[in-house]
C-alpha cells in the first residue's frame, strides 16, 4: 500500500511546478557561491519537465536528490541547493513539495539581515502563488510527523526550523486565514555571511 505522502502521480507532477517556483526563487543564493556547479539548477529544470508530463516518473525517482551535492558552500546556499534537491524528488513522493518549499524560505532567512521577516515574507510568497488544484493537492498530505513512510515522517524535515516552517505551511493550508508566525528561531551558528559574488564562467 502506498504512502500516503506520495499522492497520485497526477498530484505529483501538479504540486511540482509550485515547488520549482519555490525553489528557483532562492537558487540564486547557491549560484553566487558555486557559479560552476548546475546541479541545482538542473534539477529545478528537470522538476518542471517532470511537471509537464515530459519525464519518466521512474527514471526521475532513480536521479532524485542530485543538486549541489559535494559544493563547499555557506548554509543559506546549503539550503537552496536542498530546496532544488527536494522539488526534484517529487516525482517519488508529493510530499517533498513542502521540503522544497522550507528549504527555500529557510535559505531566505539564513540570508537576510532580518531572517525572521525574510522566512514570513518568503512564505506569504508560497501561499499567495499556490494555485486552488496545488493546495488541495497537498492538503491530502499527513500533518508533519504523524505518518513514518515519507518526507514528513520524524526526519530532518520535522526538526528545527524546518519542521516549524512546515508546520505553519500545512496550517495555512488547512485554514487560508491562520496567520504565519512572524518570529522564528534561528540558530546562529548556521548563519554565516555570503562571500563576494563571483563570475559565472
Same mark, same amino acid.
Given at each position: 500500500m502506498a504512502s500516503p505522502q506520495t499522492?497520485?502521480?497526477?498530484?505529483?507532477?501538479?504540486?511540482?511546478?509550485?515547488?520549482?517556483?519555490?525553489?528557483?526563487?532562492?537558487?540564486?543564493?547557491?549560484?553566487?557561491?558555486?557559479?560552476?556547479?548546475?546541479s541545482p539548477r538542473d534539477a529545478i529544470a528537470r522538476t518542471r519537465a517532470y511537471s509537464r508530463g515530459e519525464l519518466d516518473t521512474a527514471d526521475e525517482i532513480r536521479r532524485r536528490f542530485v543538486a549541489g551535492r559535494g559544493a563547499d558552500v555557506g548554509p543559506a546556499a546549503t539550503a537552496a541547493a536542498r530546496a532544488a534537491g527536494q522539488a526534484a524528488a517529487i516525482a517519488h513522493m508529493g510530499?517533498?513539495?513542502?521540503?522544497?518549499?522550507?528549504?527555500?524560505?529557510?535559505?531566505?532567512?539564513l540570508a537576510a539581515k532580518d531572517p525572521s521577516a525574510a522566512i514570513t515574507k518568503e512564505l506569504r510568497w508560497q501561499l499567495r502563488h499556490m494555485a486552488k488544484p496545488v493546495r488541495a493537492a497537498l492538503r491530502q498530505l499527513p500533518p508533519?510527523?504523524?505518518?513514518? +513512510?515519507?518526507?514528513?515522517? &520524524?526526519?530532518?524535515? /520535522?526538526?528545527?526550523?524546518?519542521?516549524?516552517?512546515? #508546520?505553519? *505551511?500545512? @496550517?495555512?493550508? +488547512?485554514?487560508?486565514?491562520? &496567520?504565519?508566525?512572524? /518570529?522564528?528561531?534561528?540558530?546562529?551558528?548556521?548563519? #554565516?555571511? *555570503?562571500? @563576494?559574488?563571483?563570475?559565472r564562467r
Amino acid at each position: 500500500m502506498a504512502s500516503p505522502q506520495t499522492l497520485s502521480e497526477a498530484d505529483r507532477r501538479l504540486v511540482a511546478t509550485w515547488a520549482a517556483d519555490c525553489a528557483e526563487r532562492v537558487l540564486a543564493l547557491f549560484e553566487a557561491e558555486a557559479p560552476n556547479d548546475d546541479s541545482p539548477r538542473d534539477a529545478i529544470a528537470r522538476t518542471r519537465a517532470y511537471s509537464r508530463g515530459e519525464l519518466d516518473t521512474a527514471d526521475e525517482i532513480r536521479r532524485r536528490f542530485v543538486a549541489g551535492r559535494g559544493a563547499d558552500v555557506g548554509p543559506a546556499a546549503t539550503a537552496a541547493a536542498r530546496a532544488a534537491g527536494q522539488a526534484a524528488a517529487i516525482a517519488h513522493m508529493g510530499a517533498h513539495a513542502l521540503g522544497a518549499a522550507a528549504y527555500a524560505a529557510k535559505a531566505a532567512g539564513l540570508a537576510a539581515k532580518d531572517p525572521s521577516a525574510a522566512i514570513t515574507k518568503e512564505l506569504r510568497w508560497q501561499l499567495r502563488h499556490m494555485a486552488k488544484p496545488v493546495r488541495a493537492a497537498l492538503r491530502q498530505l499527513p500533518p508533519l510527523g504523524e505518518n513514518r +513512510a515519507g518526507p514528513l515522517g &520524524p526526519g530532518m524535515l /520535522a526538526s528545527g526550523l524546518l519542521g516549524a516552517i512546515i #508546520r505553519a *505551511l500545512q @496550517a495555512s493550508l +488547512a485554514d487560508s486565514e491562520h &496567520p504565519l508566525p512572524t /518570529a522564528w528561531e534561528i540558530d546562529p551558528r548556521s548563519v #554565516r555571511s *555570503l562571500p @563576494a559574488r563571483r563570475q559565472r564562467r
